[in-house]
């Protein structure tokens, strides 16, 4: 495996300061629940907060994840702290690709009776997309490549690279 | 067996509606009691004073007006049930999930001694008063079953396990609830793991033959987010001679119904997938509604790498 650079450091972070602009204009006069997806959104939520200007609430969930056959059905393996009944609901994304994990999330908060739920990921595949999902704020668009950094793994490595790299045979 | 539908039904006096708060709590299940069905059926379009009609205990007659608003009630529990693990507090449960397999039946009896006991109690009534309480509200739970759902109430056979609270308080019963699933889980999945956990089953709950291994993954792949699907559910007339004989068709491997949408999974070689090709193109060309993916041999194997499966 070697990693080939995709997005810069720099270009991250002046992109999740425009997407902290345009939600503290969204949300002004709102208390939105941010809804960090663990582990790969950790990251991105963490420098996306430092740019709200609004007040708001931080949560995290964090679900099993499929590992073949015998995988049963998915889970919410930590649940939210706080109830987000009639509350305006962020959910924070590393990534949306399939859908099928962002889907199955959204049916389960829409449940919960929140006055909106919105999508905000840093990086969106919609090419590999399964699932029509509406993403709200998007960080980059990205063609069908597997990639790592800023919070997302291959097997647990990479997480912590600066950048967003694309990891080839 | 993977439980994650609770349905409690309760005799009248018998604490039911604590066990079933307290379950939903411990197991972080969502629990659909008298209130959440209220909020719910508020935001779908009810006034309040219609709200008393999707009682079980309401004394209004069982007319249309009052059975479509139960078959809309039902219909919203059911797609709940389909996006989170619930605990349903009565509304005819048992029977709303009746055979579903991953459904558990609770009932909750007692003594009429100790229910008119309970019921003197928390209504500050006399004997007769509480008597009356409590057939008036049986009976009314035994017609709603009947009339929504023509079952019967009191069959046993339809419930998992059934409690006598003259024998055990709240805690007591919630641990007994939990030990059970935990039992079932363990003795199903042991005497029928082939059928419940290695073959996956379309919405309707049959098991179909699958063409290649990878269209078998990519159901169990939907089943682990439960996304309900169909297996070359439709075929679609591609061509006809002038006989009106047809000449080519095509029926995409899966269907799935919640997104009004068909996939059709090409691993093979390239070859083939030129020929996939050109009939989803002419698919789309003839039935231009038709909402169809493809996924191609790279993107499933992107997949499953995704998953850490490769």
Not at chain 1, 26 to 45: R, S, W
Not at chain 2, 88 to 98: M, V
Not at chain 2, 204 to 212: E, M, N, R, V, Y
């Amino acid at each position: 495996m070697r990693e080939r650079l995709l997005i810069p450091r720099e270009d991250i972070l002046r992109r999740i300061e425009e997407l902290g602009d345009k939600i503290s204009r969204d949300y002004m006069d709102k208390e939105p629940v941010l809804v960090c997806i663990l582990k790969g959104a950790a990251y991105f939520t963490v420098d996306l907060t430092r740019h709200l200007k609004i007040p708001f609430i931080l949560d995290f969930m964090s679900m099993s994840k499929y590992s073949g056959s015998d995988s049963g059905v998915v889970r919410i393996t930590k649940d939210l702290d706080i109830d987000i009944y009639e509350r305006d609901t962020i959910l924070i994304e590393d990534i949306v690709d399939t859908g099928l994990t962002l889907g199955y999330l959204l049916r389960n908060l829409r449940t919960r009776g929140p006055i909106s739920i919105k999508v905000c990921t840093l990086l969106d595949c919609p090419v590999r997309r399964i699932v029509d999902i509406p993403v709200d704020y998007k960080g980059f668009e990205i063609p069908d490549v597997y990639v790592v950094g800023y919070g997302l793994d291959y097997r647990e490595r990479y997480r912590n690279l600066l950048d967003i790299m694309v990891l080839e045979e | 067996m993977d439980v994650k539908i609770i349905t409690v039904s309760r005799e009248f006096g018998c604490r039911g509606t604590e066990v079933a708060e307290k379950l939903a709590k411990e197991l972080k299940f969502l629990l659909i009691n008298k209130s959440y069905i209220n909020d719910l059926m508020l935001k779908n379009g009810l006034e309040e004073d219609q709200l008393e009609s999707l009682e079980e205990s309401s004394p209004r007659p069982f007319n249309e007006t009052r059975k479509r608003y139960i078959e809309l009630m039902n219909k919203l529990i059911l797609e709940l049930a389909e996006a989170s693990p619930i605990v349903l507090l009565g509304r005819g449960g048992q029977y709303l999930f009746k055979n579903h397999p991953s459904a558990f039946h609770i009932k909750i009896i007692g003594s009429i001694e100790e229910r008119v006991r309970a019921v003197m109690t928390q209504y500050k009534l006399d004997r007769v008063g509480a008597l009356k309480l409590i057939t008036e509200q049986d009976r009314r739970r035994d017609l709603y079953i009947n009339r929504v759902f023509g079952g019967d109430w009191n069959d046993l056979s339809l419930y998992s396990l059934t409690i006598n609270m003259d024998y055990f308080d709240v805690t007591g019963s919630v641990k007994m609830i939990t030990r059970s699933i935990k039992l079932a889980n363990r003795d199903n999945s042991a005497f029928s793991d082939v059928q419940t956990l290695e073959t996956p089953k379309d919405a309707t709950g049959s098991i179909p033959h699958f063409a290649h291994s990878s269209e078998e993954e990519f159901a169990k792949l939907l089943d682990f987010y439960r996304i309900r699907w169909l297996y070359e559910s439709k075929t679609f007339i591609l061509g006809c001679d002038s006989e009106g004989n047809i000449t080519s068709a095509f029926t995409p491997d899966f269907y799935l119904p919640d997104y009004d949408l068909y996939i059709e999974l090409t691993t093979q070689k390239q070859r083939l997938v030129n020929y996939k090709n050109r009939k989803i193109r002419r698919l789309r060309e003839l039935y231009p509604d038709i909402n169809i993916k493809m996924i191609y041999g790279r993107d499933y194997k992107n997949i499953l790498r995704k998953f850490g499966l490769i």
